[in-house]
Nanobody, 122 residues
């Protein structure tokens, strides 16, 4: 069973920083893109940042210059360093990845983490 496990969420004051981590575990034969989404109460889930397997990092406009996505392919991990946090960043943050879990079939399945709460107080 493949799963994504997230950590690093919490409560922080405006202007503060948090670093989110996500690690894929289970029977894994390959991972393509990994990324982060977030969903605030009453709002739709939105893409925050994505890190394709061989580059091409992208961010949503609202976090450019403040958030940094990074990846450690050897550890099947992706990270999100968040700085200059503001109350509007408050949301549940979800890790997402396309993962190959069968050795005999070159297909990738999309997985979601359970989400980690980030709360930014003013």
């Amino acid at each position: 069973q493949v799963q994504l496990v997230e950590s690093g969420g919490g409560l922080v004051q405006a202007g503060g920083s948090l670093r989110l981590s996500c690690t894929a575990s289970g029977t894994i034969f390959g991972i393509n893109a990994m990324g982060w989404y977030r969903q605030a109460p009453g709002k739709q889930r939105e893409l925050v940042a994505t890190f394709p397997r061989y580059g091409g990092i992208s961010y949503t406009d609202s976090v450019k210059g403040r958030f940094t996505i990074s990846r450690d392919a050897a550890k099947n991990a992706v990270y999100l360093q968040m700085t200059s946090l503001a109350p509007e960043d408050t949301a549940v943050y979800y890790c997402n990845a396309d993962i190959r879990y069968l050795s005999w079939k070159d297909t990738y399945t999309n997985y979601w983490g359970q989400g980690t709460q980030v709360t930014v107080s003013s």
